[in-house]
Protein backbone atom coordinates (compact mmCIF):
# COMPACT_ATOMS: atom_id res chain seq x y z
CA UNK A 1 0.00 0.00 0.00
CA UNK A 2 2.78 2.77 0.80
CA UNK A 3 4.73 1.69 -2.70
CA UNK A 4 1.00 2.71 -4.11
CA UNK A 5 1.10 6.12 -2.24
CA UNK A 6 4.09 6.70 -2.91
CA UNK A 7 3.66 6.40 -6.82
CA UNK A 8 0.67 8.74 -7.04
CA UNK A 9 2.32 11.09 -5.17
CA UNK A 10 5.25 10.99 -8.15
CA UNK A 11 2.50 11.55 -10.63
CA UNK A 12 1.05 14.44 -8.80
CA UNK A 13 4.66 16.07 -8.10
CA UNK A 14 5.46 15.44 -11.98
CA UNK A 15 1.74 17.65 -12.67
CA UNK A 16 3.01 19.99 -9.83
CA UNK A 17 6.54 20.71 -11.51
CA UNK A 18 4.51 21.24 -14.92
CA UNK A 19 2.33 23.89 -13.39
CA UNK A 20 4.90 25.40 -11.68
CA UNK A 21 7.11 26.28 -14.71
CA UNK A 22 3.52 27.66 -16.23
CA UNK A 23 3.35 29.83 -13.64
CA UNK A 24 6.60 31.35 -12.88
CA UNK A 25 7.88 31.92 -16.59
CA UNK A 26 8.35 35.59 -16.97
CA UNK A 27 6.34 36.13 -13.64
CA UNK A 28 7.15 37.38 -9.71
CA UNK A 29 8.54 33.91 -8.43
CA UNK A 30 7.98 34.99 -5.06
CA UNK A 31 4.32 36.44 -5.41
CA UNK A 32 3.89 33.06 -7.12
CA UNK A 33 5.85 31.14 -4.10
CA UNK A 34 2.65 33.32 -1.50
CA UNK A 35 0.23 32.30 -3.45
CA UNK A 36 0.86 28.71 -3.83
CA UNK A 37 1.44 28.43 0.25
CA UNK A 38 -2.35 30.76 0.50
CA UNK A 39 -4.15 27.97 -1.61
CA UNK A 40 -1.83 25.07 -0.04
CA UNK A 41 -3.46 26.48 3.26
CA UNK A 42 -6.66 26.76 1.77
CA UNK A 43 -6.48 23.49 0.78
CA UNK A 44 -5.88 22.13 4.29
CA UNK A 45 -8.35 24.67 6.20
CA UNK A 46 -11.25 22.05 6.61
CA UNK A 47 -9.05 19.97 8.88
CA UNK A 48 -7.96 22.89 10.63
CA UNK A 49 -11.20 24.00 11.27
CA UNK A 50 -12.35 20.85 12.37
CA UNK A 51 -9.76 20.08 14.65
CA UNK A 52 -9.92 23.58 16.18
CA UNK A 53 -13.44 22.99 16.40
CA UNK A 54 -13.43 20.17 18.24
CA UNK A 55 -10.70 22.26 20.93
CA UNK A 56 -7.82 20.13 19.16
CA UNK A 57 -4.74 22.84 18.53
CA UNK A 58 -2.73 20.12 17.05
CA UNK A 59 -0.07 17.98 18.33
CA UNK A 60 -1.66 17.36 21.44
CA UNK A 61 -1.88 21.12 22.08
CA UNK A 62 1.53 20.66 22.85
CA UNK A 63 4.04 23.69 22.35
CA UNK A 64 6.83 21.44 21.31
CA UNK A 65 4.91 20.24 18.16
CA UNK A 66 4.35 23.42 16.83
CA UNK A 67 7.84 24.36 17.25
CA UNK A 68 8.74 21.75 15.23
CA UNK A 69 6.48 21.88 12.10
CA UNK A 70 7.97 25.55 12.43
CA UNK A 71 11.00 24.26 11.92
CA UNK A 72 10.10 22.10 8.67
CA UNK A 73 7.74 25.08 7.64
CA UNK A 74 11.44 27.22 7.19
CA UNK A 75 13.41 23.90 5.36
CA UNK A 76 10.58 23.40 2.74
CA UNK A 77 10.10 27.21 2.44
CA UNK A 78 13.87 27.26 1.64
CA UNK A 79 14.05 24.78 -0.77
CA UNK A 80 10.83 25.92 -2.55
CA UNK A 81 12.41 29.28 -2.91
CA UNK A 82 15.42 27.72 -4.18
CA UNK A 83 13.73 25.69 -6.72
CA UNK A 84 11.07 28.15 -7.92
CA UNK A 85 14.57 30.40 -9.23
CA UNK A 86 15.86 27.97 -10.60
CA UNK A 87 12.81 26.09 -12.76
CA UNK A 88 11.93 29.40 -13.88
CA UNK A 89 15.44 29.82 -15.91
CA UNK A 90 16.48 26.73 -16.25
CA UNK A 91 15.21 24.33 -18.86
CA UNK A 92 12.62 21.60 -17.63
CA UNK A 93 15.13 18.88 -18.87
CA UNK A 94 17.66 20.12 -16.82
CA UNK A 95 16.04 21.15 -13.50
CA UNK A 96 14.07 17.99 -13.46
CA UNK A 97 16.56 15.19 -13.44
CA UNK A 98 19.01 17.21 -10.88
CA UNK A 99 15.77 17.27 -8.29
CA UNK A 100 15.73 13.47 -9.02
CA UNK A 101 18.68 12.84 -7.62
CA UNK A 102 17.02 13.79 -4.08
CA UNK A 103 16.72 9.66 -3.52
CA UNK A 104 20.62 9.78 -3.34
CA UNK A 105 20.86 12.47 -0.52
CA UNK A 106 17.99 10.74 1.31
CA UNK A 107 19.65 7.40 0.84
CA UNK A 108 22.50 8.41 2.34
CA UNK A 109 21.22 10.59 4.85
CA UNK A 110 18.63 7.37 5.80
CA UNK A 111 22.15 5.15 6.28
CA UNK A 112 23.83 8.05 8.98
CA UNK A 113 20.35 8.49 11.05
CA UNK A 114 17.98 5.93 11.05
CA UNK A 115 20.64 3.01 10.42
CA UNK A 116 19.03 1.71 7.15
CA UNK A 117 21.95 -0.47 5.56
CA UNK A 118 22.59 -0.75 1.94
CA UNK A 119 23.81 -3.27 0.16
CA UNK A 120 26.50 -3.69 -3.13
CA UNK A 121 23.08 -3.30 -5.38
CA UNK A 122 21.83 0.40 -3.88
CA UNK A 123 25.49 0.98 -3.70
CA UNK A 124 26.02 0.82 -7.20
CA UNK A 125 22.64 3.07 -7.52
CA UNK A 126 23.94 5.34 -5.94
CA UNK A 127 27.04 5.70 -8.02
CA UNK A 128 24.84 5.62 -11.11
CA UNK A 129 23.06 8.66 -9.55
CA UNK A 130 25.91 10.72 -9.15
CA UNK A 131 26.98 9.90 -12.08
CA UNK A 132 23.82 11.48 -13.84
CA UNK A 133 23.78 14.93 -12.19
CA UNK A 134 27.49 14.83 -13.30
CA UNK A 135 26.43 14.31 -16.63
CA UNK A 136 23.47 16.52 -16.70
CA UNK A 137 25.59 18.92 -15.76
CA UNK A 138 27.46 18.81 -18.42
CA UNK A 139 24.75 19.04 -20.79
CA UNK A 140 23.52 21.87 -19.20
CA UNK A 141 26.59 24.12 -19.80
CA UNK A 142 26.22 23.26 -23.58
CA UNK A 143 22.95 25.30 -22.70
CA UNK A 144 24.42 28.22 -20.56
CA UNK A 145 24.14 26.27 -17.24
CA UNK A 146 27.06 25.06 -15.80
CA UNK A 147 28.23 24.32 -12.18
CA UNK A 148 31.09 27.29 -12.62
CA UNK A 149 28.72 29.68 -14.11
CA UNK A 150 25.53 29.51 -14.06
CA UNK A 151 23.68 30.11 -10.17
CA UNK A 152 20.66 28.29 -11.04
CA UNK A 153 22.03 25.24 -11.69
CA UNK A 154 23.31 25.57 -7.86
CA UNK A 155 19.93 27.23 -6.40
CA UNK A 156 18.55 23.55 -8.27
CA UNK A 157 21.10 21.57 -5.78
CA UNK A 158 20.71 23.73 -2.86
CA UNK A 159 16.54 22.99 -3.47
CA UNK A 160 17.61 19.46 -3.68
CA UNK A 161 19.52 19.30 -0.70
CA UNK A 162 16.87 21.24 1.38
CA UNK A 163 14.01 19.12 0.01
CA UNK A 164 16.47 15.63 0.82
CA UNK A 165 16.71 17.27 4.79
CA UNK A 166 12.89 17.81 4.69
CA UNK A 167 12.31 13.78 3.71
CA UNK A 168 14.63 12.85 6.65
CA UNK A 169 12.83 14.92 8.98
CA UNK A 170 9.57 13.68 7.69
CA UNK A 171 10.25 9.96 8.63
CA UNK A 172 11.41 11.42 12.40
CA UNK A 173 8.16 14.18 12.88
CA UNK A 174 5.65 10.85 11.97
CA UNK A 175 6.84 8.56 14.40
CA UNK A 176 5.13 11.26 16.76
CA UNK A 177 2.01 12.82 14.86
CA UNK A 178 -0.29 12.15 12.19
CA UNK A 179 -0.02 12.60 8.63
CA UNK A 180 -2.92 15.14 7.73
CA UNK A 181 -1.79 16.79 11.18
CA UNK A 182 1.66 17.48 10.19
CA UNK A 183 0.42 18.52 6.65
CA UNK A 184 -2.14 21.18 7.31
CA UNK A 185 0.13 22.64 10.31
CA UNK A 186 2.83 23.14 8.11
CA UNK A 187 0.93 24.43 4.91
CA UNK A 188 -0.69 27.22 7.42
CA UNK A 189 2.68 28.42 9.01
CA UNK A 190 4.20 28.49 5.38
CA UNK A 191 1.63 30.94 4.61
CA UNK A 192 2.04 33.05 7.29
CA UNK A 193 5.67 33.05 6.84
CA UNK A 194 5.46 33.57 2.80
CA UNK A 195 2.56 36.47 3.48
CA UNK A 196 5.09 38.22 6.33
CA UNK A 197 8.01 38.38 3.68
CA UNK A 198 6.32 39.45 0.96
CA UNK A 199 4.71 42.51 3.31
CA UNK A 200 7.97 43.18 4.43
CA UNK A 201 9.71 43.30 1.10
CA UNK A 202 6.87 45.19 -0.61
CA UNK A 203 6.91 47.78 2.54
CA UNK A 204 10.44 48.38 1.79
CA UNK A 205 10.53 48.37 -2.18
CA UNK A 206 12.94 45.43 -1.95
CA UNK A 207 10.46 43.39 -4.38
CA UNK A 208 11.95 43.34 -7.86
CA UNK A 209 12.46 41.11 -11.24
CA UNK A 210 8.93 40.20 -13.16
CA UNK A 211 5.57 42.04 -12.71
CA UNK A 212 2.89 39.72 -11.37
CA UNK A 213 0.49 38.26 -13.55
CA UNK A 214 -1.85 35.85 -12.51
CA UNK A 215 -2.51 32.54 -14.39
CA UNK A 216 -5.20 30.04 -13.33
CA UNK A 217 -1.69 27.34 -13.38
CA UNK A 218 -0.77 28.98 -9.95
CA UNK A 219 -3.46 27.04 -7.86
CA UNK A 220 -2.87 23.96 -9.82
CA UNK A 221 0.27 24.02 -8.33
CA UNK A 222 -0.69 23.84 -4.29
CA UNK A 223 -3.86 21.55 -5.96
CA UNK A 224 -1.42 18.49 -7.03
CA UNK A 225 0.91 19.24 -4.63
CA UNK A 226 -1.31 18.90 -1.65
CA UNK A 227 -2.60 15.69 -3.23
CA UNK A 228 1.01 14.63 -3.42
CA UNK A 229 1.92 15.23 0.17
CA UNK A 230 -1.24 13.71 1.56
CA UNK A 231 -0.22 10.52 -0.23
CA UNK A 232 3.52 11.12 0.62
CA UNK A 233 2.52 11.47 4.68
CA UNK A 234 0.11 8.50 4.51
CA UNK A 235 2.62 6.54 2.77
CA UNK A 236 5.27 7.04 5.42
CA UNK A 237 3.41 6.48 8.00
CA UNK A 238 2.72 2.86 7.27
CA UNK A 239 4.67 0.13 9.07
CA UNK A 240 7.26 -1.76 7.15
CA UNK A 241 7.87 2.28 4.83
CA UNK A 242 11.13 3.30 4.07
CA UNK A 243 11.99 6.56 3.71
CA UNK A 244 14.48 6.37 0.98
CA UNK A 245 12.59 3.99 -1.38
CA UNK A 246 9.45 6.50 -0.94
CA UNK A 247 11.72 9.40 -2.22
CA UNK A 248 12.72 7.47 -4.46
CA UNK A 249 9.83 6.42 -6.34
CA UNK A 250 8.47 10.20 -6.23
CA UNK A 251 11.20 11.20 -7.81
CA UNK A 252 10.16 9.20 -10.95
CA UNK A 253 7.99 12.58 -11.36
CA UNK A 254 10.80 13.79 -13.54
CA UNK A 255 9.42 11.39 -16.11
CA UNK A 256 6.44 13.68 -16.61
CA UNK A 257 8.12 17.03 -16.36
CA UNK A 258 10.59 15.90 -18.58
CA UNK A 259 8.04 14.81 -21.05
CA UNK A 260 6.42 17.85 -21.03
CA UNK A 261 9.71 20.23 -22.08
CA UNK A 262 10.15 17.83 -25.07
CA UNK A 263 7.01 17.89 -26.41
CA UNK A 264 5.03 21.44 -25.47
CA UNK A 265 8.43 23.30 -25.12
CA UNK A 266 10.49 21.97 -27.34
CA UNK A 267 13.65 21.63 -25.27
CA UNK A 268 17.42 21.30 -26.82
CA UNK A 269 19.98 18.20 -26.62
CA UNK A 270 16.76 15.82 -26.30
CA UNK A 271 19.20 12.52 -26.95
CA UNK A 272 22.10 13.43 -24.21
CA UNK A 273 19.80 14.43 -21.69
CA UNK A 274 17.07 11.10 -22.56
CA UNK A 275 20.03 8.79 -21.90
CA UNK A 276 21.20 10.73 -18.41
CA UNK A 277 16.91 10.55 -17.49
CA UNK A 278 17.68 6.57 -18.49
CA UNK A 279 21.27 6.08 -16.21
CA UNK A 280 19.04 8.05 -13.57
CA UNK A 281 15.85 5.40 -13.98
CA UNK A 282 18.26 3.05 -13.80
CA UNK A 283 19.53 4.16 -10.16
CA UNK A 284 16.17 4.26 -8.81
CA UNK A 285 15.43 1.22 -10.03
CA UNK A 286 19.02 -0.23 -8.61
CA UNK A 287 18.10 1.34 -5.33
CA UNK A 288 14.16 0.12 -5.21
CA UNK A 289 15.49 -3.79 -6.36
CA UNK A 290 18.76 -3.44 -3.61
CA UNK A 291 15.76 -2.28 -0.96
CA UNK A 292 13.95 -6.11 -1.87
CA UNK A 293 17.23 -8.03 -1.18
Known sequence: MWIFLALLSALCLGFYDVFKKLSVRRNDVLMVLMLNTVFGALYMSPFLIGDIIRGNYGFGNSLTGH??????????????????????HLPLTVQGPINASRPVIVLVGALVIFGERLNWV????????????????????????????????????????????????????????????????????????????ISLLRRNRAVGGDHFQWRWTIP?????????????????????????????????????????????????????KLVDLSVLLVSLLLLVIGSRM
Open 122 to 197: QWTGIALGFASLLFISRIGAKEGFSFRHSKWIWMSIGATMLGAVSALYDKYLLRSYAPIEVQAWYSLYQCFIMVTV
Open 67 to 88: LQILLKSFIVLGSWLLGYFAIK
Open 220 to 272: CIALFLTVADMAYFYSLSLEGSMVAIVSMIRRGSVIVSFMYGVIALHEKNIKP
